[in-house]
């Protein structure tokens, strides 16, 4: 239970006490404004607390989006001010400093005819002294919505006049949608996604269920390509779009009802792939009953995906704290932005979830999975050779400035193990003296010199292994200082591309009945490991522990050991060796990641940026 308390008596007429009740609050009312500190006080140190000026008029979703948004331990709109039990103590001691009024921006505004206000609001007062002292206060984007407090009768008729004007619900409605999202996303799905929220929020049902509905919706999916049937092809692309449409859901019901959790976050941080990669090996089952072999195809989509997500993922984590000017080509990219059109066509280039799910629900229906996943393979590698060579002359015409936490970050991506770590603790000197680009430099020859060996000359060859052992060693050259240069964040991505690229060439090699499919499930186990560790990267609280990297033997631990399965066990020991590892590596990454998840430290991220 969460208490509010108000600096006075309500004003006759005011529905104040009715909406915060609403809300989830129970409600106390201070007799004197003198009085609110010694009912704050008595609330149990445990529960969230909330200041609401008597005065208050406004929306009542204005309320709810200051007084119970679950990732802001502090939180202020005019006339009300809330706290989380870690800002408690910053609340209280304002709340007791309060006693002369300080200098304030009128609460609410003249948009909405209410600038007659009052500017020594005991909640007011509060949040700005909490604030001054150190305390973060998120004040959320209010729009339309009003939050006023006036100062006599007038002006209180002129803000319920304000309030009357605006639809709260409407406006609640508009906002659970993303503020940018794809093409297909925005016109095909949110329209009518965002009823199906509201009507899941209206009969108790949470994200995270919504969330699940949606991955056991796409695993059914995959389950009707599997039987490689016309009808069941069909099936599967439309559970697949019903299971985007939940996708979407899940995220509009976390903002309509603000009902924002860790849980929450790991699912839906780790679902969407889950879905999209299983719905690949379902295609792949479903073309073996026919007779066609596409288990590669499905596995290189697989990587092919993966990697233009690292090179997201990198590319933002090496700038969004950089220091640079701003270059000509995202000023070009900014100028485009303003032609409406150029817009969606850029968002429809890159292929994002929106229209990768419609392209393959669409192609799975009415043609084959080999034409499905090459024409995916297509697409995709266009949409990460546009949106890479853009990233990549961003980077080369600004001069930015990165941080050592950018730079940590990207060596944390990177996934090095104990070979590459020693080696490149030895190789720090030569490292200082290197050019500039050498680092993404040595990880694409090191990665080109692996797979291109193992793609021409054959399984099991001891060649692969020397090139393997050249891998590691250059490897170790490209984090041996840090990754501070312009195109430093490449290296995670080549890392990775490696890494994938090996073990589909050797299981591609081997031509034995249950290679492909044993390498999709050690990619897929990987690959989570990997969507795992930015997950956390991104919530602040760093990579995986070093003991998981290691125990699971890093990057080019686990290239070394496959390229020497390959020349030693054959094809029968080398497929084996990949079950038992995908079962490993599976086991371990999830076991540490569901107790990281739903441990008490684990951050709560949502996205709200650019679809994937």
Same mark, same amino acid.
């Given at each position: 239970?969460?208490? /509010?308390?108000?600096?006075?008596?309500?004003?006759?007429?005011?529905?104040?006490?009715? &909406?915060?009740?609403?809300?989830?609050?129970?409600?106390?009312?201070?007799?004197?404004?003198?009085?609110?500190?010694?009912?704050?006080? /008595?609330?149990?140190?445990?529960?969230?607390?909330?200041?609401? &000026?008597?005065?208050?008029?406004?929306?009542?979703?204005?309320?709810?989006?200051?007084?119970? %948004?679950?990732?802001?331990? @502090?939180?202020?709109?005019?006339?009300?001010?809330?706290?989380?039990?870690?800002?408690?103590?910053?609340?209280?001691?304002?709340?007791?400093?309060?006693?002369?009024?300080?200098?304030?921006?009128?609460?609410?505004?003249?948009?909405?005819?209410?600038?007659?206000?009052?500017?020594?609001?005991?909640?007011?007062?509060?949040?700005?002294?909490?604030?001054?002292?150190?305390?973060?206060?998120?004040?959320?984007?209010?729009?339309?919505?009003?939050?006023?407090?006036?100062?006599?009768?007038?002006?209180?008729?002129?803000?319920?006049?304000?309030?009357?004007?605006?639809?709260?619900?409407?406006?609640?409605?508009?906002?659970?949608?993303? +503020?940018?999202?794809?093409?297909? #996303?925005?016109?095909?799905?949110?329209?009518?996604?965002?009823?199906?929220?509201?009507?899941?929020?209206?009969?108790?049902?949470?994200?995270?269920?919504?969330?699940?509905?949606?991955?056991?919706?796409?695993?059914?999916?995959?389950?009707?390509?599997?039987?490689?049937?016309?009808?069941?092809?069909?099936?599967?692309?439309?559970?697949?779009?019903?299971?985007?449409?939940?996708?979407?859901?899940?995220?509009?019901?976390?903002?309509? +009802?603000?009902?924002?959790?860790?849980?929450?976050?790991?699912?839906?941080?780790?679902? &969407?792939? @889950?879905?999209?990669?299983?719905?690949?090996?379902?295609?792949?089952?479903?073309?073996?009953?026919?007779?066609? %072999?596409?288990?590669?195809?499905?596995?290189?989509?697989?990587?092919?995906?993966?990697?233009?997500?690292?090179?997201?993922?990198?590319?933002?984590?090496?700038?969004? %704290?950089?220091?640079?000017?701003?270059?000509?080509?995202?000023?070009?990219? %900014?100028?485009?932005?303003?032609?409406?059109?150029?817009?969606?066509?850029?968002?429809?280039?890159?292929?994002?979830?929106?229209?990768?799910?419609?392209?393959?629900?669409?192609?799975?229906?009415? #043609?084959?999975?080999?034409?499905?996943?090459?024409?995916?393979?297509?697409?995709?590698?266009?949409?990460?050779?546009?949106?890479?060579?853009?990233?990549?002359?961003?980077?080369?015409?600004?001069?930015?400035?990165?941080?050592?936490?950018?730079?940590?970050?990207?060596?944390?991506?990177?996934?090095?193990?104990?070979?590459?770590?020693?080696?490149?603790?030895?190789?720090?000197?030569?490292?200082?003296?290197?050019?500039?680009?050498?680092?993404? /430099?040595?990880?694409?020859?090191?990665?080109?010199?692996?797979?291109?060996?193992?793609?021409?000359?054959?399984?099991?060859?001891?060649?692969?292994?020397?090139?393997?052992?050249?891998?590691?060693?250059?490897?170790?050259?490209?984090?041996?200082?840090?990754?501070?240069?312009?195109?430093?964040?490449?290296?995670?991505?080549?890392?990775? @591309?490696?890494?994938?690229?090996?073990?589909? /060439?050797?299981?591609?090699?081997?031509?034995?009945?249950?290679?492909?499919?044993?390498?999709?499930?050690?990619?897929?186990?990987?690959?989570?490991?990997?969507?795992?560790?930015?997950?956390?990267?991104?919530?602040?609280?760093?990579?995986?522990? +070093?003991?998981?990297?290691?125990?699971?033997?890093?990057?080019?631990?686990?290239?070394?050991?496959? #390229?020497?399965?390959?020349?030693?066990?054959?094809?029968?020991?080398?497929?084996?060796?990949? #079950? @038992?590892?995908?079962?490993?590596?599976?086991?371990?990454?999830?076991?540490?990641?569901?107790?990281?998840?739903?441990?008490?430290?684990?951050?709560?991220?949502?996205?709200?940026?650019?679809?994937?």
């Amino acid at each position: 239970m969460s208490t /509010a308390i108000l600096t006075g008596r309500p004003v006759p007429g005011s529905s104040l006490d009715g &909406d915060l009740r609403g809300l989830g609050f129970d409600v106390r009312v201070a007799e004197d404004p003198a009085d609110v500190p010694a009912l704050l006080g /008595a609330v149990p140190s445990g529960q969230r607390v909330a200041v609401v &000026d008597s005065r208050f008029v406004g929306h009542v979703h204005a309320l709810r989006l200051a007084l119970t %948004d679950p990732r802001f331990d @502090a939180a202020a709109i005019p006339g009300a001010v809330t706290a989380r039990p870690a800002a408690r103590a910053a609340l209280e001691q304002a709340l007791r400093e309060s006693t002369v009024p300080v200098a304030a921006e009128p609460a609410g505004g003249a948009a909405h005819g209410t600038a007659a206000v009052t500017v020594d609001s005991p909640a007011d007062r509060a949040a700005a002294l909490a604030e001054a002292a150190g305390t973060a206060v998120h004040r959320p984007e209010l729009g339309t919505l009003v939050a006023v407090v006036p100062v006599d009768p007038q002006t209180r008729n002129e803000a319920r006049q304000a309030v009357a004007a605006v639809d709260d619900e409407a406006v609640r409605l508009r906002t659970s949608v993303k +503020s940018r999202d794809g093409f297909f #996303t925005t016109y095909a799905i949110s329209p009518y996604s965002r009823h199906l929220a509201r009507w899941c929020a209206r009969r108790g049902f949470t994200p995270n269920q919504v969330t699940t509905a949606s991955l056991i919706t796409a695993l059914i999916a995959a389950g009707c390509a599997a039987t490689g049937t016309r009808a069941g092809f069909v099936a599967a692309g439309a559970l697949l779009l019903f299971s985007f449409v939940l996708d979407c859901a899940d995220g509009q019901l976390a903002r309509y +009802s603000l009902q924002y959790s860790t849980l929450g976050a790991w699912l839906d941080a780790t679902f &969407d792939r @889950a879905k999209e990669y299983a719905y690949y090996a379902g295609l792949a089952l479903g073309a073996a009953r026919g007779g066609d %072999d596409v288990w590669a195809l499905a596995l290189g989509a697989m990587v092919l995906q993966t990697c233009r997500h690292i090179i997201d993922f990198a590319f933002i984590e090496a700038n969004h %704290d950089a220091t640079a000017s701003i270059s000509p080509t995202a000023a070009l990219s %900014d100028r485009l932005d303003s032609v409406g059109w150029t817009v969606w066509v850029r968002r429809i280039i890159v292929l994002p979830i929106g229209e990768r799910w419609a392209l393959i629900a669409v192609l799975t229906a009415v #043609t084959t999975p080999r034409i499905t996943l090459v024409v995916l393979l297509v697409g995709c590698a266009f949409a990460a050779c546009y949106t890479t060579a853009g990233r990549v002359l961003r980077s080369l015409t600004r001069k930015a400035g990165r941080t050592d936490g950018a730079a940590q970050a990207l060596l944390d991506l990177t996934d090095r193990g104990y070979p590459a770590e020693v080696l490149a603790t030895a190789f720090q000197g030569v490292a200082r003296r290197m050019p500039v680009f050498a680092p993404p /430099a040595f990880a694409l020859l090191g990665g080109a010199a692996v797979v291109g060996t193992a793609v021409f000359t054959g399984f099991g060859g001891w060649l692969t292994v020397a090139a393997a052992c050249l891998y590691t060693v250059l490897s170790a050259l490209a984090v041996a200082r840090p990754l501070k240069g312009a195109l430093d964040w490449l290296v995670p991505p080549f890392f990775r @591309a490696a890494e994938y690229g090996t073990v589909l /060439a050797l299981a591609a090699q081997a031509g034995t009945d249950g290679a492909l499919p044993a390498a999709f499930g050690l990619v897929a186990a990987v690959a989570y490991h990997h969507y795992d560790t930015v997950y956390r990267i991104r919530g602040g609280t760093g990579a995986s522990p +070093s003991w998981l990297v290691r125990a699971i033997g890093g990057q080019e631990g686990r290239v070394l050991l496959i #390229t020497l399965a390959a020349a030693l066990l054959g094809t029968q020991g080398f497929t084996a060796l990949l #079950t @038992a590892l995908a079962v490993a590596v599976a086991l371990v990454v999830l076991a540490e990641s569901i107790r990281f998840w739903v441990s008490s430290g684990a951050p709560a991220v949502h996205d709200e940026g650019e679809p994937a």
